[in-house]
């Protein structure tokens, strides 16, 4: 029987895989700060389990070595040797490609699930607008208060509650209601914390907003007059 020392090893060499695939999966569909910690444990010991079904599977008909870094006897006294431990190498990173392959997959299924349903794939709707809106796009801040702020989003947090989502914009600008514009300022880079920021807006982009129904300043809903 392995020692303490060894069966710690073994599960950390059985779960790490897991979290290999737990980050692609949130590469793919991000983090949900609402979620149980017990839910990711419970997808992390799946995306391990599933990588190591399927490095069994694919073992024999690749010519790929067994999954020994698992098994116990593999840790006894006369089996740890440098050569031994080496070997153990390569299934181990077969292990993490399989559950990187199953993240992937099953990320793959939640988007297929939500746009069967019509329904987003990310946790949030901040989740989705910071990252399917956002990016590389010109954002206005209005802040609690009541100045407004136009600048690039360069970093916002996204897997907290609403009350810790500080923004970081860059090239940032100030609106000057004299004008009726936005006047660039002398920082680089501004940073507002989650209670100043009351709305943020993306600003329309012909290039990209081809399918806007409505053109800008529009009277939306004008009542009809008699005459």
Known sequence: MPGSSAGLLILVLAMFPGFAGEFAYALLIGRDWREREVERILRILGFSIFGLIGYVLSAAPLHLPSADQVIPASYAPGMLRATSLVGLAEPFLGHVVMAVIAGVLFGLLVRCIAAIRHTFSEPSTWDYFVKQLVPNRWITVATASGESYAGK??????????????????????????????????????????????????????????????????????????D
């Open 153 to 226: 989003l360069v970093h916002c947090d996204v897997n907290v509650g609403a009350t810790e989502r500080d923004i970081v914009l860059s090239e940032p600008a100030k609106f000057d209601p004299d004008r009726n514009r936005y006047r660039t300022i002398s920082n680089q880079f501004l940073y507002l914390p989650a209670q100043d920021v009351h709305a943020i807006g993306v600003v329309y982009d012909p290039a990209i907003d081809q399918s806007r129904t409505v053109p800008i300043e529009t009277d939306l809903f004008e009542e009809e007059r008699n």
